[in-house]
């Protein structure tokens, strides 16, 4: 038998439970091919998870994500912040990183294309309108790109 190969990692850096379990059912039913989704709840969660620190060291357990989703308003470390350490560092910059948050601040926005987002998506207020960005992002990230993580070094 042929294996299988391993479905995408995505990395949703989300603190607010109702928004992540919205966001978990939507992905599912958004995309037609498998995703293991992982999630981290803040900024400081979320820096440990990326560079393998404290309960994240066993990189067996916690791949390198293929692509970050990643709200800016996180309680501790903000999403700024986490943005600018995937950015900076060597290892993790090539990740792609999509800003999904509430704010529409144009500050936030130029600052996160400043600091390397790839993208930066509001977070619509309508399940169908979620449904359709995650679609619309999945597909292309998953389907239409070549990400960094399929080249092998």
Not at 132 to 146: P, Q, T
């Amino acid at each position: 038998m042929k294996d299988q190969p391993k479905p995408p990692t995505l990395l949703i850096i989300e603190d607010s439970d109702e928004y992540f379990e919205i966001l978990s059912w939507t992905i599912e039913r958004a995309s037609d091919r498998a995703i293991s989704i992982e999630r981290c709840i803040d900024g400081d969660d979320a820096l440990d998870y990326l560079h393998h620190e404290g309960q994240y060291r066993d990189r067996a357990n916690c791949p390198n994500p293929d692509l970050v989703l990643l709200d800016l308003n996180l309680p501790g470390t903000d999403g700024q912040s986490v943005l600018k350490s995937v950015k900076t560092t060597e290892r993790l910059k090539t990740i792609p990183t999509v800003i999904l948050t509430t704010s529409a601040n144009p500050q936030d926005i130029q600052n996160c294309y400043q600091a390397g987002a790839n993208s930066y998506m509001l977070k619509p207020m309508r399940i169908d309108e979620l449904r359709d960005l995650l679609r619309a992002c999945l597909d292309y990230w998953f389907d239409r790109s070549v990400l960094p993580t399929s080249i092998d070094s």
